[in-house]
T-cell receptor, first 115, second 114 residues
């Protein structure tokens, strides 16, 4: 079966510090991968998605970047955090070639607080 | 373009009462529709999905949803609410694409009164 991991679970960082959040998927090959942000009391905002190694699509211009150095690894980064980067970050995956009808499967999330 | 509207950001029902969470979608192509549940400080869990087979879809935890094309709706129901159903619920729409992107609604917080 497939599992998705995110770490760390919680993170408190000062403004201006760098960020690296990691997501890994087990039990599948060449998955589609996604990063979402969920601000307090709000819905999900798609930040980045990837359909393959080194292929990153950005949905909104912002202070963040994403990379996919390995097939089942997805990393969310920032060089300098802003207060507005605080939120709950969710990684998700979907099967390669599913075409959208299987949905996406989410990790446990990372709670980021920027002070 | 696709979109999802969830009517009611907060719904409160008594334990044992009917749960009805409303979702309307907009899509220019045949949609795939989903309901997800999120418990506090956790990721989203897929409750059920509609992918053009049966219009009445049964999911986990006793939930079900009915796809009504004429009403562009996909409301989520459960006959009898349980305290453990208290959570945030998200309706979502997708269509065929290589990237399997999903558009999420803004969510409905379900509270259960003892």
């Amino acid at each position: 079966s497939q599992t998705i991991h995110q770490w760390p679970a919680t993170l408190v960082q000062p403004v201006g510090s760098p960020l690296s959040l990691e997501c890994t998927v087990e039990g599948t090959s060449n998955p589609n991968l996604y990063w979402y942000r969920q601000a307090a009391g709000r819905g999900l905002q798609l930040l980045f998605y990837s359909v393959g190694i080194g292929q990153i699509s950005s949905e909104v211009p912002q202070n963040l970047s994403a990379s996919r150095p390995q097939d089942r690894q997805f990393i969310l980064s920032s060089k300098k955090l802003l207060l507005s980067d605080s939120g709950f970050y969710l990684c998700a995956w979907s099967p390669e070639g599913a075409g959208g009808n299987l949905g996406q499967f989410f990790g446990p999330g990372t709670r980021l607080t920027v002070l | 373009a696709q979109s999802v509207t969830q009517l009611g950001s907060h719904v409160s029902v008594s334990e044992g009462a009917l749960v009805l969470l409303r979702c309307n979608y907009s899509s220019s192509v045949p949609p795939y529709l989903f309901w997800y549940v999120q418990y506090p400080n956790q990721g989203l869990q897929l409750l059920l999905k509609y992918t053009s087979a049966a219009t009445l879809v049964k999911g986990i935890n006793g939930f079900e949803a009915e796809f009504k094309k004429s009403e562009t709706s996909f409301h989520l129901t459960k006959p009898s609410a349980h305290m453990s159903d208290a959570a945030e619920y998200f309706c979502a729409v997708s269509s065929y694409s290589s990237a399997s992107k999903i558009i999420f609604g803004s969510g409905t917080r379900l509270s259960i009164r003892p």
